[in-house]
Each structure stands twice: as structure tokens, then as C-alpha cells.
């Protein structure tokens, strides 16, 4: 009887310990990709890393409850999409209640990469550099003004080099869904940037 | 000024472009952070939240529920004791019949013994219950002789063998009452006594 409920025991204290190191493997496979999940979001590294630490952790609390562990990816990437958007919204309510004060005090215009900005000044960049910066904030407008399902296609497919059935898995749709939407969403992409470079050269 | 206006948006320009937009890693940091907070939220559950606690609480749980019900069962005079009362209608006679009476009180000697004190318990029983057959009667004390005297009479009375006013006390107490006469104390005269007069 001793022997039985020491070896119950035993057996159950191994599979905490593999558990563990379960987690502890996935964990160092998809922080990248939580991590740039959440970027494509909020665009702010400090931002990013603080919503990926809690999606693990939010992770780690449900992961024993977890049946299908070769869906982990899948379960981090939309559970970090989710908080990120909810992070992303608080941004925006915050600043919408700070911009007035800070507007009245003639502090600054409220950007989202005025940390960035300041350190430009400092730094007296290139033209090639600043050119290199428009680009990119004209493409961050363009996926932002995607709709959601699209923008996630986008956002997963230009990931880690995901193809069309890792983001299909990653998103569980068929492959095909993710075929037609990353097209859907390639053709807005372009033609948003094109009105943007007409609008400009106009 | 926009860094489009010199390249021709083609489909590859818009990959590269996409994937150096995404392809942002994260600090040195980040890493450590989230093995630090996951190292956090393991102590913060700790070992009672751990699979193997888990199924020691489950057991515990259940071994807990296992003695409960076996006492309860072994115990047969605790829990039906309640339903017995309830199910029972209160007695309504004040009187005790005649069988009853000659059964009860139960006549003790009571020789040279102190009455047991009745337990709080015990009490609260007899309080609550309502039956006579649960309630414990409490003992009458009375010495030998007059015991055998009582049992006597009321076998007596009860045969008709002695009627109720034949008891000489009864009919003392029935019997009238006589005048009362008014008493008449004599007036109190004060005189010096003898000895001290011839002082």
C-alpha cells in the first residue's frame, strides 16, 4: 500500500516536472512570435514585450487545462492579439483623456513614437533613414486601416516566414481562406500606399 | 519625402517591406522577464496548486467524506433521533390515565443517595422532545416505607377497596371548620415589684 501511493506520488510529482519543461520549451519557441504579434499592434516594443509577458503568464496559469498542447502557438497567438487590442484601445483612451492637458500646456503633440521622435533630433538622421521611416509609417497606416481578419493574415504571414498552411494552423481556417484573404488583403495594402504616393506627389 | 515615391510598389517591394516592418525582435531582455514572472506565478501558486497537491487534496477530500459517512452510520441513535420527534404529535392530556399512574412515577428509595444531576445535553433533550416514551422521567425520592405505603393505597384506591374520603386526612380537610372565638386579653396593669419597693 506504502509502496503504491509513493509511486502515485512519484508519478505525479514527474509529471509536474514535465509539465514544466513543456511550457518552458514553448515558451522559449513563440516568444518571438508573441512578442511581434503584439508589435504589429501597438507598435511599441515596450508595450509589446509587457502584453507578451502576460499572455505567458495568462498562458501558463491555463496551460494544464490545455488538452491539445500542439495548439499552444495557435492559443498564444490569438490570446496576444486580443490583449494587445485591448492594450491598444486603453492607449488610445488615455491619450484621448491626456491629449487636452497636454495640449493647454503646450507640451508636445500626442504621437505614438515621440520617444522615437526625440531620439531622431538627437541623432540628425539621413535622408535615406527618414525616407526608410515614412515608408514604414505609410505602411503601419495601411495594415491598421485593414480590417481585423485581413490585418491578422498579413501580420502572421510576414512572421517567422509563415506559409499559407502554418498561418491557416496559427488562425484554424483552411488554407484556402488564408490564400484568398492574404490576396484580399495584399490588394488593399497596395492600393491604399498607391493613393498615398499620388496624394503626396499631387 | 515619401520614400514610396522612388520605388515602384511592386508585390515583392511590399513583402520586403512587410517583413522588415514585422520583423522586429525583441530586447535581450524580454526573455528573462518572462521566465522571472513565470518563476513568480509558480511560487505564487505554489505547491498547492501543483498536479501532484491537487490530486493529495482530492484524496484528502474524499477520505474526509468517507469517515463522516461511515461514523454517521455506525452511529444510528444520533441523526434519526430528530425525525423520531418531529414525526410524533405532541401529547395534548394533561391528565395521565389511570395505567399510566399506576406505572409511573417510578418510587425510589431514596436511602442515603443525592439525585443524579441531569447533564445539560440530557436536558436540552428532554426539553426539546415531546413524547413521553422519549423523555426520560425524572426519579422520585421518597424513603422505603412510604413508598410501600403509596404503592399500597393506590392499589388500593384503585381496586376500590379504600375510597378517596375514607383517608382520615381527606375527611379531616373536607370536614367544616369551627367558630372562631374572639380571644380577650386582659388589660396589662404596671405595678413596682415587691423587692424593689422595700429598697
Known sequence: ?202 | MDGYRHQELTDETLEKDLEAALGVDPSPEFLPRIRARIANERMQEGWFSSVSWQWARVAAVVTAVAVIAVWTLRDPSRAPREAHITDTPPVESTTPPVDSVLRAPALVASSAESPKPVSAPVARAVRSTRTPAVVPRPEVLISLDEAAALRQLIVAVAARQVQATDIPQLAAESAPLPMIEEIVLEPIKLRPLDGLESE
Not at chain 1, 508636445?108 to 522615437?116: I, K, M, V, Y
Not at chain 1, 515614412?134 to 485581413?150: C, S, V
Open chain 1, 1 to 202: 500500500m506504502h509502496e503504491r501511493a509513493e509511486r502515485l506520488v512519484g508519478s505525479l510529482v514527474t509529471a509536474d516536472r514535465e509539465l514544466e519543461r513543456e511550457f518552458a520549451a514553448r515558451l522559449a519557441d513563440s516568444s518571438r512570435l508573441a512578442f511581434r504579434v503584439a508589435f504589429s499592434v501597438l507598435r511599441q516594443r515596450e508595450d509589446a514585450e509587457d502584453v507578451a509577458q502576460e499572455a505567458f503568464a495568462k498562458a501558463y496559469r491555463s496551460f494544464r487545462q490545455l488538452r491539445d498542447r500542439t495548439r499552444f502557438r495557435a492559443w498564444l497567438v490569438r490570446m496576444t492579439w486580443r490583449m494587445a487590442l485591448d492594450r491598444q484601445r486603453a492607449n488610445r483612451r488615455r491619450l484621448a483623456r491626456e491629449l487636452p492637458v497636454e495640449v493647454e500646456a503646450g507640451l508636445t503633440w500626442p504621437d505614438r513614437s515621440r520617444g522615437q521622435a526625440r531620439l531622431d533630433l538627437r541623432e540628425t538622421p539621413t535622408a535615406d533613414v527618414v525616407a526608410a521611416r515614412e515608408r514604414a509609417e505609410h505602411l503601419w497606416r495601411a495594415i491598421e486601416a485593414l480590417p481585423e481578419k485581413l490585418r491578422l493574415v498579413v501580420v502572421l504571414a510576414g512572421i517567422e516566414g509563415h506559409d499559407m498552411h502554418e498561418v491557416g494552423a496559427l488562425l484554424d481556417v483552411p488554407e484556402g481562406t488564408v490564400k484568398s484573404r492574404l490576396f484580399l488583403a495584399r490588394k488593399q495594402l497596395k492600393e491604399r500606399l498607391s493613393w498615398m504616393v499620388t496624394d503626396i506627389r499631387n
